[in-house]
């Protein structure tokens, strides 16, 4: 007779740590994605030296791109709560990327910008979160 075990979880669901280390893998794909973006951004700012109010715009971009990679390739299942796994990527990504920022800085960076990038990242992270899930449905 084949053992069954008793700790076996039904189809779709994971451990909490499953769903933390995904989500902490959906934000450092989105950290990688981010940095060598502004890499890039750098070099076209040194070479072409475009108007200032472009920075800003381009900035919001690439966090909400990195954000989108990071939730796109978190895991590719369990897809359950996407909106969840979204906004917790989103959230981590924007903590993270803050984190990594300041230390090349070499200074902390608190402000109320940080407010409305979380939000940003809490938003876009559901939202991109809610579409993944119901991809391939």
């Known amino acids: 007779m084949p053992r069954v075990s008793q700790s076996a979880k039904p189809a779709g669901q994971e451990s909490a ?3 933390a280390l995904s989500c902490l893998r ?3 794909i989105g950290i990688v994605f981010s940095f060598l973006a ?7 700012i040194k070479l072409a030296n475009p108007a200032d109010a472009v920075i800003a715009p381009v900035n919001q971009v690439v966090k909400v791109l990195s954000i989108i990679l990071g939730v ?5 299942s369990p897809v359950s709560r996407g909106w969840l796994r979204g906004a917790v990527i989103g959230v981590l990504y924007i903590l993270l990327s803050v984190a990594l920022f300041s230390a090349i800085e070499q200074r902390v960076i608190f402000d109320a910008a940080l407010l409305s990038d979380v939000i940003l990242g809490v938003v876009s992270g559901a939202v991109i979160g809610i579409i993944r899930a119901n991809i391939g449905k």
């Open 17 to 19: 740590l499953g769903f």
């Open 26 to 28: 959906g934000a450092m």
């Open 38 to 44: 502004v890499l890039i951004f750098a070099l076209f």
């Open 72 to 76: 796109f390739f978190c895991k590719r």
